[in-house]
Structure formats: C-alpha cells, structure tokens
C-alpha cells in the first residue's frame, strides 16, 4: 500500500438529537448528505489513475457518507466494524445526560486504559483494532486505500500510518472534521508523511 485516504463521515442526526457518538447508529442529516455528495469529486480527482481499495465503517453515518462517494466513484465500499469509531458500551444509543449519570470516575493509570463507561472500549483496545485491520489492508491493497471512518478512530489510521506508538496518545493529536480528507504518502526517502491533514477546502459553506 503506498497511499492512504481517509474521509471522516457527514454531519449525523446524533450531533441535533443529543445522543452520544460511539457505536450510536445514527444518520447523515440532509447536510451530512450534502457533505457527503460534495466530497466524492474531490476524492475521484485524487484517486485518478490509481487501483485502490475502498472500505467503510459499518455504523450508518459512514456507511452512508461512503454511498455519496460512490456517486462519484461508481464503485461501492466495502464495510467493516474494524473501522468503528470507539465503543462507549453501555453508553451507546444514549442520550449525552443519560451517559454523564453512568460515566465512570476517574480510574489510575494512564488515560490510554481508561474505561470512561461500562463495557467501554479503551483507547489501546481501539487502537490495536483499527492497527490490526491495517496491518492486513497494507498486503491487500495494490496502491491505494480509501477509508471512511470516525473522528477517534481516524486518529488511529493517522498513529498507525506514521508508526507512532499507542502510548504517544494523548500527548500527540490529530483533528479531523467533518467530511474531510487526509492523504498518506511515501516519501521521497522511503518514510511517510502526510501530504493533507483535515483538509475541507471542498466542502467550501458546506463546512459545519
């Protein structure tokens, strides 16, 4: 695999209704949609000329953020719960006041193990998942792999590309809005970078 895109998913219902993010099977709104159909030239233009891979979360918001870049890409994603974004257990589906009452407290030792909900999945346990995934995807994918996924575990594709340790989290952090691309490269001396970080510049007033 020598390149990598990743497109965080549309603006979802879950973000008006007040439930919680995670595992929630929550919508595109109308302008997640919009986002969405926005966003599949941009990424067509990058894709160019290239054999990729294409794969999605399968939670709802990406699964259908990845269906507006098929309109463009004439090509369907493959989906994947390995590209979720962090489960919040017993939190998920709920709304964000009923999550605070079953928030757990503070725990010791570092925040990459802390479980912030019951049954919730830590930091480290989403990082070696989405890390495992790309392990494999990195011996399948014949040039590039375009990947529609979540805030967190965008982070993860981010660590994992440039070969930073799970450990280094929180002390190094990515942002990435909605709807928007980061490409990974080869370098010209055999490393990797990113070329695009949280870019949006498609979205143009579509950016929330």
Same mark, same amino acid.
């Given at each position: 695999m020598e390149r990598l895109i990743v497109v965080r998913h549309g603006f979802p219902d879950h973000m008006v209704t007040g439930?919680?993010?995670?595992?929630?099977?929550?919508?595109? *709104?109308?302008?997640?949609?919009?986002?969405?159909?926005?966003?599949? /030239?941009?990424?067509?233009?990058?894709?160019?000329?290239?054999? =990729?891979?294409? =794969?999605?979360?399968?939670?709802?918001?990406?699964?259908?953020?990845?269906?507006?870049?098929?309109?463009?890409?004439? %090509?369907?994603?493959? /989906? *994947?719960?390995?590209?979720?974004?962090?489960?919040?257990?017993?939190a998920n589906n709920l709304s964000t006041a009923d999550a605070d009452r079953i928030a757990l407290p503070p725990s010791e030792g570092p925040l990459l193990d802390r479980v912030? =909900? /019951?049954?919730?999945?830590?930091?480290?346990?989403?990082?070696? %998942?989405?890390?495992?995934?790309?392990?494999?995807?990195?011996t399948e994918a014949p040039d590039t792999a375009l990947l529609v996924s979540h805030a967190g575990a965008?982070?993860?594709?981010?660590?994992?590309?440039?070969?930073?340790? /799970?450990?280094?989290?929180p002390d190094v952090q990515f942002e990435f809005d909605l709807c928007s691309i980061t490409e990974g490269i080869h370098g010209d001396f055999g490393g990797r970078r990113i070329r695009r970080l949280n870019d949006v510049r498609h979205l143009g007033e579509l950016h929330a």
């Amino acid at each position: 695999m020598e390149r990598l895109i990743v497109v965080r998913h549309g603006f979802p219902d879950h973000m008006v209704t007040g439930r919680t993010g995670g595992w929630t099977d929550s919508h595109l *709104t109308d302008l997640g949609h919009r986002q969405a159909k926005a966003t599949g /030239p941009a990424v067509a233009r990058m894709l160019r000329g290239h054999e =990729y891979v294409f =794969y999605t979360s399968d939670l709802a918001r990406t699964r259908e953020t990845a269906d507006g870049l098929s309109e463009a890409l004439d %090509r369907s994603a493959q /989906p *994947t719960d390995a590209l979720r974004e962090q489960s919040l257990g017993q939190a998920n589906n709920l709304s964000t006041a009923d999550a605070d009452r079953i928030a757990l407290p503070p725990s010791e030792g570092p925040l990459l193990d802390r479980v912030f =909900y /019951p049954g919730a999945e830590t930091w480290r346990e989403m990082m070696h %998942r989405v890390f495992a995934f790309l392990d494999r995807l990195h011996t399948e994918a014949p040039d590039t792999a375009l990947l529609v996924s979540h805030a967190g575990a965008s982070i993860c594709i981010v660590f994992w590309w440039l070969h930073l340790a /799970p450990q280094q989290w929180p002390d190094v952090q990515f942002e990435f809005d909605l709807c928007s691309i980061t490409e990974g490269i080869h370098g010209d001396f055999g490393g990797r970078r990113i070329r695009r970080l949280n870019d949006v510049r498609h979205l143009g007033e579509l950016h929330a």
